[in-house]
């Protein structure tokens, strides 16, 4: 009698392991990168010249998927086609996609440009072959002079010279020139050289050059 409870025991631990290494719980060769790294860069050209510099604290690199993950804090560097650098994000976790030449940026995303203004989501794009960072999550943007604008959606030029939030707010310190934006038609309840007392602010996009 005992050592057919033995026996039976043994069988179902054999079942048990078979159905856990087909249930995916075991990883597949596409699952286990081919490249590993730790507190190193990776440097994203355009055209010959440096568009981008990615510092890591680990990286796996998945080259059947031609995908790269960053798991342990990224700090990405942004420079314009002279060279000059314009941009600085921040974030816990990335992901590149080699092929398309597509950077990912997720989890408490901090972008700080070198005019001065400061862009917080959870997830951020930069599309290398359009040259264009957006995202179609929640965005904050500080501007220099302390303005604060949010809104669902954000799209830009790889640069940042020219962007557009999308259902935005806004809140100033100061009085808002609203000629300075650009409103969609049916949102124009004033006329463009007027002004709205310190507030929120509802449009309907904003495109700041």
């Not at 031609?66 to 992901?95: K, Q």
């Not at 220099?144 to 259902?167: A, C, M, P, Y």
């Amino acid at each position: 009698m005992m050592a057919r409870i033995v026996t039976l025991l043994a069988l179902l631990l054999v079942l048990g392991c078979e159905r856990n290494s087909q249930s995916g719980l075991q990883p597949s060769g596409e699952d286990i990168p081919d490249q590993e790294g730790w507190h190193s860069r990776v440097v994203v050209t355009q055209k010959g010249r440096r568009a981008a510099v990615i510092r890591y604290g680990h990286m796996r690199k998945f080259s059947k998927r031609n995908m790269v993950l960053f798991d342990g804090g990224i700090e990405v560097d942004f420079y314009n086609p002279d060279g000059e650098h314009t941009s600085n994000l921040v974030a816990e976790e990335g992901r590149m996609w080699e092929n398309i030449g597509k950077i990912e940026a997720f989890k408490n995303v901090v972008v700080t440009t070198d005019s001065g203004m400061v862009l917080k989501t959870q997830y951020l794009v930069w599309e290398q072959q359009e040259e264009k960072i957006h995202t179609d999550k929640m965005v904050t943007i500080t501007t220099r002079d302390g303005d604060v604008l949010t809104g669902q959606g954000f799209e830009s030029d790889q640069n940042f010279h020219k962007w557009v939030i999308l259902k935005p707010k806004g809140f100033s310190k100061k009085r808002i020139d609203l000629s300075e934006f650009e409103l969609a038609p049916s949102e124009k309840t004033a006329p463009p050289d007027s002004a709205t007392a310190a507030g929120e602010v509802a449009i309907d996009s904003v495109d700041r050059q």
